[in-house]
């Protein structure tokens, strides 16, 4: 009696495992009538909080069984991206997640807890086209913060890192935070750009960071122009980097804009392509942590306003915005009441990247992973890569199986000697390799 509830026991659990959480309810039932009541009891227990972990977190046994996999890359065999994509050793490495993070929602998470400690930046406060204000942080390789510059062999920066989070991001944030102090120890001047109403300046007017608002980029790269003139890399996440994949094929490839190809390259990582699948995928995530990291979304976008100057706070469209209750609502009240567009989805396709690609013509990677829980990881998105490809030949895509949104760190270094190494997720990693390709690529 007692293999035979130990088996059962056993099969409630891989039931649960696979997410068949109905049938091991009922195996689990089953077996429970045949022990003693304590155990019964002490069992149910056990099983109940592993169960509803599993449930609450979505895990399927194939999250934690499956084998380590490579990167898949689409591209148009020039020369040139040969060259980029040989020379980039995590392009062809097999990920290796621990199990853990396996799981895409608890990937995402992992990338906003602990991570490289904040720069000590100096913050400047620069004005878009629209009368906007908002907040850049800069960071120059001599600030002695990190003993790893001791080791770079150059003296001076060799170029610009532009730093673009998602959603209402700033400087602080774990994602665009570890890919500043990457930049730092190749020896590149970073440059963080927060979101309106992000950092220590309120937000002046009604108008976020929207989709495909590009004007503060703009202003950023003559900033950095004027203040610097080296060439620069940008680098954008989710939202960020859907902004800086538009600006690649609108201003920087603006042949009367003194602008033109300021910007030498740049990574989109965890870029929608169309905002619309993203909003679709929002729509489809059911489990309870994908409804949260929403929720979490909404809350970031709403952000902004709460530190805002008294007359946004007392502005019509404000409450609208604060009631909203999905990240679709938000951006569609923006759009219609503050940009004035009455038709939301051409609005919305206009803001999108993926429409801007074939007039870039300087490098760009662009990445996303399958399990991303705000992206459609199918096939049909793999096959808008592939065209995304076919339409500019500068373009890289890379889609990996493993990552979240904005994650990837899934090979984590937990002994490493240098602290860094802890924090280094695969963007980091293929910047650090890839980046001064293209700045090389700029100077020829």
């Known amino acids: 009696m007692g293999l035979i509830t130990v088996a059962a026991m056993a099969v409630s659990m891989a039931l649960l495992l696979m997410g068949s959480t109905t049938l091991a309810s009922i195996t689990f039932t089953l077996c429970s009538m045949l022990l003693p009541d304590s155990v019964a009891i002490a069992l149910s227990a056990i099983v109940g909080i592993v169960g509803l972990m599993l449930y609450l977190t979505d895990t399927r046994l194939s999250n934690i069984v499956s084998k380590p996999d490579k990167p898949r890359v689409l591209m148009a065999q020039t020369s040139e991206n040969l060259k980029l994509v040989s020379e980039t050793p995590s392009l062809h490495t097999a990920q290796r997640p621990v199990p853990c993070l396996r799981n895409p929602v608890l990937s995402t998470a992992y990338a906003y807890l602990k991570h490289a ?39 001076q920066p060799f170029g610009v890192l532009l730093i673009y989070p998602g959603i209402g991001g700033h400087s602080k944030d774990p994602p665009p935070r570890d890919m500043t102090r990457q930049g730092y120890e190749m020896g590149f001047i970073t440059c963080i750009i927060n979101h309106r109403g992000q950092g220590t300046v309120p937000l002046c007017t009604p108008k976020t960071t929207t989709w495909g608002e590009t004007s503060d980029m703009e202003a950023t790269v003559k900033f950095l122009k ?103 609502d938000f951006d569609e009240t ?16 206009r803001a999108s990247g993926g429409y801007y690609l074939k007039n870039v013509k300087r490098p760009l ?3 996303a992973s399958q399990d991303d829980p705000c992206l459609d990881g199918s096939d049909e998105f793999a096959q808008l890569m592939q065209e995304a490809c076919e339409k500019s030949p500068s373009t890289i895509c890379c889609i990996t199986t493993y990552g979240g949104h904005t994650g990837w760190y899934q090979q984590v270094v937990w002994n490493s000697k240098s602290k860094s190494d802890r924090y280094k997720s695969l963007c980091c990693r293929i910047v650090e390799e890839m980046g001064p390709q293209m700045f090389d690529i700029a100077k020829n």
């Open 334 to 349: 923006q759009y219609r009441e503050l940009h004035k567009e009455s038709n939301f989805d051409e609005a919305i396709d």
């Open 365 to 367: 990677l662009m990445m």
């Open 226 to 328: 004027a203040e610097f003139d080296l060439p620069i890399i940008a680098c954008g996440f989710s939202m960020g980097g859907n902004i800086v994949c538009k600006y690649m094929g609108s201003v920087n490839e603006d042949r009367t804009s003194p602008l033109y190809h300021v910007v030498a390259g740049a990574f989109c990582f965890s870029n929608p392509l169309f905002v619309r699948i993203g909003y679709e995928q929002v729509k489809r995530g059911k489990s309870f942590l994908q409804q949260m990291a929403h929720k979490r979304v909404l809350l970031n976008a709403k952000s902004a306003y709460k530190s805002a100057v008294e007359s946004v706070q007392k502005h019509p469209v404000t409450k609208k915005l604060m009631d909203s209750e999905s990240i679709w």
């Open 117 to 155: 400690p904040a720069p000590p930046t100096t913050k400047y406060v620069l004005k878009s086209q629209d009368g906007a204000l908002f907040q850049v942080d800069v960071l120059l390789p001599s600030t002695p913060w990190s003993k790893a510059r001791q080791s770079h062999k150059a003296n």
